[in-house]
């Protein structure tokens, strides 16, 4: 068992990783919600997407997921990090759209109004 520092420092540690800037080569970092209430709400196919495209681009982003961003109702949700650390949060994202984030704003640099929390549309 560990104590109450110890999973202090873990937390930290983890944070840290979440959080540490871009390296030179990388532009964006993704970050898509998986946890049951984005699955549910169809993250598998968004991050699948997101990853292909990025893949077949060439891009130098990070994609990652993670667990429950907290907006059950906006899932699927899909955090853009750029080098400067702003984030830009979209929400209700599809397959469509994530396509749409891949080529406008990682490939751009164009953030979608629309599609981010307070502008979504259903």
């Known amino acids: ?28 970092r993704v970050v898509v919600g998986m946890a049951t209430c984005g699955i549910a709400a169809g993250a598998r196919p968004v991050l699948n997407t997101i990853v292909e495209e990025v893949a077949k681009e060439k891009l130098p982003v990070t994609v990652l997921q993670t667990g429950c961003i907290g907006l059950y109702t906006l899932e699927p949700i899909v955090e853009v990090f750029d080098k400067e650390g702003n984030k830009t949060t979209y929400v209700l994202v599809d397959v469509e759209k994530a396509k ?8 751009q640099g164009e953030v979608i109004e629309d599609y981010t929390v307070g502008k979504y549309k259903k």
Request: hydrophobic residues 35%; proline residues 0%; positive net charge.
């Open 100 to 107: 749409e984030i891949v080529r406008r704003h990682l490939i």
């Open 1 to 28: 068992m560990k104590s109450l520092e110890d999973l202090k420092k873990i937390r930290e540690e983890a944070q840290n990783r979440m959080t540490m800037r871009l390296d030179d080569e990388q532009k964006y």
